[in-house]
């Protein structure tokens, strides 16, 4: 199957920095990426939508200047964590929608995120 | 109601079993059906896909589509403590290209030597 990756697997940041998260397809185009949060023995929350060159589509709830997404290439889409607090420390996994009739989704292996 | 039920488990079986999951869904419109499996802190990785009804095998797994039902089903031949992980089930309807898929809440499978 499709190969997504993501970087970096784990990060831990003090309180009001900011945190890049990168998504890449590894061997297709991508022209959507979403991205997905997971707290412990939850299931997967749809964040947004994140288009090849437009602005990213978020879910109701989910603040569009905290958490900034970028898909400047049909290869990578980033989800950046601004100021960051505790309460986003949890797992954020991306995926991608693949190319053709498929139509499914391939997702990375996710970054764990732990704010101090 | 929710579009996708799923239920939660946890499923505990010895090895060699044959496990069953499933998961419900509300809206007739759905045509494509995945399954996934979730490692314990990892993505979750695609283990079945189908289109519409019917059924389809891989291995020692086989996934069966209802839809007069509104029920799918993945089942697992052979159960080994490898399997153990936490399943989702996904859909999405045809005409909804570029369009996250709806997932179920994922299924805790523990398969026991």
């Known amino acids: 199957g499709a190969v997504v990756s993501q970087h970096p697997s784990w990060v831990i940041c003090k309180s009001g920095t900011s945190v890049k998260i990168e998504c890449r397809s590894l061997?297709?185009?991508?022209?959507?990426m979403f991205w997905y949060r997971q707290f412990p023995k939850q299931s997967l929350m749809l964040m947004a939508t994140s288009n090849e060159g437009s602005k990213a589509t978020y879910e109701q709830g989910v603040e569009k200047d905290k958490f900034l997404i970028n898909h400047a290439s049909l290869t990578l889409s980033t989800l950046t964590v601004t100021s960051a607090h505790p309460e986003d420390s949890s797992f954020y996994i991306c995926?991608?929608?693949?190319?053709?009739?498929?139509?499914?989704?391939?997702f990375g292996p996710g970054t764990r995120l732990l704010v101090l | 109601q929710k579009e996708v039920e799923q239920d939660p488990g946890p499923l505990s079986v010895p090895e060699g079993a044959i496990v069953s999951l499933n998961c419900t869904y509300s809206n007739s419109a759905f045509q494509y059906f995945m399954w996934y499996r979730q490692y314990s802190r990892k993505g979750p990785e695609l283990l079945m896909y189908?289109?519409?009804?019917g059924n389809k095998e891989d291995g020692r797994f086989t996934a069966q589509v209802d839809k007069s039902s509104k029920y799918i089903s993945l089942f697992i031949r052979d159960s080994q403590p490898s399997d153990s992980a936490t399943y989702l089930c996904?859909?999405?309807?045809?005409?909804?290209?570029?369009?996250?898929?709806?997932f179920g809440k994922g299924t805790t499978l523990s398969v026991s030597s």
């Open positions: 996904a859909m999405r309807r045809a005409n909804q290209a570029g369009t996250a898929l709806i």
């Open positions: 061997d297709f185009q991508a022209t959507t």
């Open positions: 995926s991608a929608m693949s190319p053709g009739g498929l139509e499914t989704q391939y």
């Open positions: 189908t289109y519409s009804s």
